[in-house]
């Protein structure tokens, strides 16, 4: 018996004009080139007899359905998300686009780029704008405290540097 669980929150709309490049090359990429191998290599393997005892074929299929999960989400989400223009009007706060330095208690740096959902990568230390960090990070100023809980813990830092240009 399955257990039933809500679905999950939806994620912002937000992206940045390079997150939504991204998506859409790859978008392209495999509605353009994976697809269309992946598409031959099947019929290569299904010409080959038996399907229901070969991999290769069984495979190609698993490989096409995932390529076509992926194309359904990507064609969705790209009508769904709004490019933001992360030149903001008060580029002393923090707001979507922003590069934020903060200091905590033990004067340990961290720095941090408030992102879409679609475009977070945290060995580049961009967090989704959905993000509790990023939610207590919205509309401070270079001095201010915040202070969040994360799942390694509570979080107590001072915003130290607000940039836009990623310097």
């Excluded at 809500?6 to 790859?26: N, V």
């Excluded at 190609?60 to 359905?65: A, G, I, S, T, Y």
């Excluded at 009508?79 to 008060?90: A, E, N, P, T, Y």
Aim: with cysteine; net charge neutral; proline share 4%.
């Amino acid at each position: 018996m399955a257990r039933w669980r809500p679905p999950p929150e939806r994620s912002s709309p937000h992206i940045t004009a390079e997150g939504h490049a991204r998506l859409k090359d790859e978008f392209e990429a495999l509605w353009r080139r994976r697809r269309p191998e992946v598409v031959k290599a099947l019929a290569a393997a299904a010409a080959e007899g038996d399907r229901s005892e070969n991999a290769e074929y069984q495979y190609r299929k698993k490989e096409l359905r995932e390529i076509d999960a992926r194309l359904k989400y990507l064609t969705r989400r790209l009508q769904d998300v709004r490019v933001v223009d992360v030149i903001g009007q008060q580029r002393d706060a923090v707001y979507f686009g922003a590069w934020v330095e903060l200091a905590d208690v033990d004067d340990r740096h961290r720095r941090y780029r408030l992102v879409g959902a679609d475009e977070v990568d945290t060995t580049k230390g961009w967090i989704s704008i959905d993000a509790p960090l990023a939610r207590a990070l919205l509309g401070k100023r270079i001095g201010d405290w915040i202070s969040v809980d994360l799942p390694g813990g509570r979080l107590e830092c001072e915003v130290i540097a607000v940039d836009y240009a990623g310097n």
